[in-house]
């Protein structure tokens, strides 16, 4: 537990939070690996966990039918995976699959709310700090969406 | 630290009519894409090599059909192969990438202003490209590598649309073998085979190492691309007079005589196509410009 | 001072046809105005004859109109929709010409045009279009090809303005209506009291050598008294003006300015100003071949900024709305033209308002800008 507390208080992700928000934070890890091609989650489970990727590279996909899955975002060493855990209905939107060994922190998300709801100042940081995330992934879909590199983007 | 590009007119440009197309012809061919081919020129008889600055560009003239302007992709120390790389988007371009080898090209060049890459040694340099935007950096890529001890982290941020739009992958591979310079790759969109990064350029930023106060950025790509890089460099801490970005703009004569490039007060084809941020920052702003 | 202030000339206007003459027998082409399709335009002349004697002008914003004068006047008419561009950056001009052989093609340099031209009843406001030309075409890195050769061969007779057209504004852009440089000759026609004659003012060695063949005199007070009096009164009854403090700055401030939208409203985009303007300079460049393919060639075309294609590139075009390219070309007159070429693009000729189908006044546009400007200072005060 003492590593995981270094680990996690010293991750760029929770930067300023307080040494008890960290504590409690801590509360609610545990490490975790998955070997290449394991899924860390799949679309439309219920979300109850988050991850500090800590060694790998993990693939946020969809299924399209009759075709193999679209790769929609790559999350690696030091990023956060996983948002869905937050927000209702808590179900993950996307699949998530190890594209090689990875090693990560998982948090759980359900107990995190339930903190999240006793303490809304741990909430707030909470929420301050993901509403980053998503508002970062939101700006990079959006530029994906232009297909900026494709040809004849006009008309 | 303010840098400019420098001016390199290796010849004295007011000898001879800068309109005429030399015929060039083809050494090589090589596919790189499905829609992007490498032309290797062979300079004509008589020629002592061509020499060039990394970002400067020739006039290229398929026979009958049309010219365009396209940046020197090869290597400059290399001068007696001159390497364009095309990607076939129009009616010239499409002329230029289905001819073969030991046909003639028109050659006008080489013009404009390049990456400054001999200014900025001493800092690390961090070179962001997407999509065709790679072929104009790859000379300043050799060049930085050519004089590695000169410079700090060199780091290369790539993005392509999809894992089949990836250029010079024999280039990627060596980079990506060597431990000096850091490489790193991504693609737009892409199938479960694909083993590498997949989301926008910009996400590589934050991402990779370099010290943000003592580091130059050379970033070439779709205007939209170079917008968005430069927020994510900004953010980062690195200076406005320290990123370098190069403007694409409609060129019809390459020597600022046509008008078509104009960009504010200047013209793409002489002050440019490289530009220091903090000159052309108003362009990005600025609609219809 | 100068010598050649000192030495001015009067020219009764009888000697208009020795001038014209002594230029052909030194070998000069002579190009002045002549009436071609209702309007004053440039081209070859014989004699004295070909000029539009007892014609004079009805200029507007969008409308034109040539009417006899009744009087035996030379020159008594404002520039019409030629300037003397069309003879230093022809509307179309072949760059070169390639050949298909065995080794792919060989391109054969053009000839260079380098005959001798006299350009006869060049206006102030035209002399100085030369010379933002000269500074365009061969101030820069490159030259442009011919520009020089065919620039070199000129003799030039400048005629000063002493009846301004309906929109000009050379008084406010400080480019005439009086000519001080660039010319080889200029001259002023007096028609008073029954006397019609040219008071003549040498600008060159040419110019004096020329003027020792022809029946001159030496100006006396009074014939230069009614030469002066002639510019003052042309000055005074100058219906517009620009004012050019600050304007620079003033566009680059009103580069978001909703009014763009007003004028674009009005704008056709038809790229007449463009054609009809004495330094707009913007060239296309166009290749094609013949139809067996044999021979190719490339052309230089006068192109406007005002089409949609002009800033095309990959993807689109950049300046895709009206409003953008009237910006960009008013911009480019009275802005970016002094930092690319330390003079304004704008010689106050008003050909552009005259010619312009929805009769768009660049004076009035930019003192709507400025009143705009003002107002949103007063307001913020």
Redesign the interface.
């Known amino acids: 537990m003492e590593n995981l507390e270094r680990i996690l208080s010293e991750h760029p992700f929770l930067e300023g939070m307080d040494v008890d928000q960290v504590q409690l934070l801590v509360g609610c890890a545990s490490n975790v690996f998955f070997q290449a091609n394991e899924f860390l989650f799949r679309e439309g489970e219920p979300a109850d966990t988050f991850y500090f990727i800590r060694h790998g ?1 993990v ?3 969809t299924h399209v039918p009759q ?8 999350q ?1 060493e ?1 990023e956060i995976l996983g948002w869905s855990w937050l927000v209702p209905p808590y179900r993950w939107h996307f699949d998530a ?1 190890a ?2 060994l990875t090693r990560a922190i998982a948090l759980d998300g359900k107990c995190l709310r339930d903190k999240c709801e006793q303490d809304h100042d741990l909430g707030y940081e909470v929420m301050k700090r993901f509403a980053l995330i998503i508002a ?1 992934r939101l ?2 879909t959006r ?2 969406l ?10 | 630290m303010a840098t400019t590009p420098t001016s390199s007119p290796l010849h004295d440009v007011r000898d001879g009519d800068p309109m005429l197309a030399r015929p060039f012809q083809i050494r090589r061919t090589r596919k790189d894409t499905y ?1 992007t081919v490498s032309l290797q020129l062979k300079p004509p008889d008589g020629d002592d090599g061509f020499p060039f600055e990394p970002g400067q560009f020739n006039m290229l003239y398929a026979y009958g059909v049309g010219e365009v302007p396209i940046s020197i992709s090869g290597n400059p120390a290399k001068n007696d192969s001159l390497v364009h790389t095309i990607r076939a ?1 129009g009616a010239a371009t499409r002329a230029l990438t289905s001819l073969k080898v030991g046909d003639s090209v028109g050659v006008r060049g080489p013009f404009g202003k390049g990456w400054p890459v001999e200014a900025v040694a001493g800092n690390d340099v961090v070179v962001i490209t ?3 935007g790679l072929a104009p950096l790859r000379p300043a890529i050799y060049q930085l590598l050519a004089h590695r001890e000169e410079y700090g982290k060199v780091v290369l941020l790539y ?3 999809t894992p089949e ?1 990836i250029l010079f992958r024999r280039n990627l591979e060596k980079w990506r073998s060597r431990f000096d310079i850091e490489t790193a790759l ?1 693609v ?13 350029v ?2 590589l930023i934050p ?1 990779a190492v370099f010290d943000p106060l003592h580091c130059v950025a050379f970033v070439c ?2 205007e ?2 170079m917008r ?1 890089t430069v927020m994510e460099l900004i953010k980062r801490g690195v200076a406005e007079n320290n990123i370098f970005v190069s403007m694409e703009r409609n060129m019809k004569c390459g020597i600022g005589l046509c008008g078509h490039c104009q960009l504010g007060s200047s013209f793409v084809c002489k002050d440019g196509p490289v530009y220091c941020y903090e000159d052309v920052r108003d362009s990005f702003r600025k609609r219809e410009m | 001072m100068t010598k050649r202030q000192e030495n001015i000339a009067v020219l009764e206007s009888e000697g208009l046809g020795y001038l014209v003459q002594a230029l052909i027998d030194k070998g000069y082409e002579v190009l002045g105005p002549r009436i071609k399709d209702g309007a004053v335009t440039y081209d070859q002349i014989e004699t004295v004859r070909d000029l539009p004697i007892g014609w004079t002008d009805r200029q507007e914003p969008g409308s034109y109109r040539l009417v006899k004068s009744g009087k035996k006047t030379y020159f008594d008419y404002a520039v019409g929709p030629h300037s003397w561009k069309k003879y230093l950056h022809p509307p179309e001009t072949r760059l070169w010409e390639a050949r298909r052989d065995e080794q792919g093609f060989t391109v054969i340099e053009p000839e260079r045009e380098t005959a001798k031209k006299a350009l006869l009843g060049v206006r102030p406001c035209e002399l100085q279009a030369l010379a933002i030309q000269d500074t365009v075409f061969t101030g820069g890195p490159y030259l442009a090809p011919g520009y020089q050769e065919r620039r070199s061969n000129l003799f030039i007779v400048a005629v000063n303005c002493v009846r301004p057209g309906g929109t000009c504004f050379c008084a406010s852009m400080k480019t005439g209506p009086k000519a001080t440089s660039g010319f080889d000759l200029a001259l002023t026609e007096i028609l008073e009291s029954g006397r019609h004659y040219f008071v003549v003012e040498v600008g060159s060695a040419s110019g004096e050598e020329l003027l020792s063949d022809l029946p001159t005199k030496v100006a006396d007070d009074a014939e230069k008294e009614a030469a002066a009096k002639a510019m003052e009164r042309a000055t005074a009854k100058m219906g517009r003006e620009l004012d050019t403090k600050g304007i620079r700055e003033l566009l680059y401030k009103c580069f978001d300015d909703p009014h763009w939208q007003t004028v674009a409203d009005r704008c056709f985009s038809c790229g007449n100003c463009t054609m009809v303007c004495p330094t707009c300079f913007c060239v296309n460049v166009e290749d094609g071949t013949d139809l067996s393919g044999q021979q190719a060639e490339r052309w230089s075309r006068w192109d406007s900024c005002f089409t949609r294609d002009f800033s095309y590139i990959h ?3 950049i300046r895709f709305t009206v409003k953008a390219r009237y910006r960009q070309w008013m911009t480019h007159k009275l802005a970016y033209w002094l930092d690319q070429f330390g003079t304004l693009g704008c010689v106050g000729c008003g050909r552009c308002i005259t010619w312009c189908p929805a009769g768009i006044d660049i004076t009035e546009e930019v003192r709507a800008l400025r009143d705009k400007e003002q107002s949103e200072k007063v307001q913020s005060v």
């Open positions: 590279k693939s946020i996909e075709r193999e899955p679209i790769v929609i975002q790559s690696d030091g699959r594209v090689e970062e700006g990079a530029l994906q232009m297909d900026i590199y494709g040809h004849n983007t006009d008309k | 829609d988007v997407g999509g065709i993005g392509a649309r739009d991504t737009d969109r892409a199938a479960r085979s694909w083993k590498g990064n997949v989301g926008v910009t996400q991402r790509g779709p939209i691309m968005f | 993807g689109g075009s």
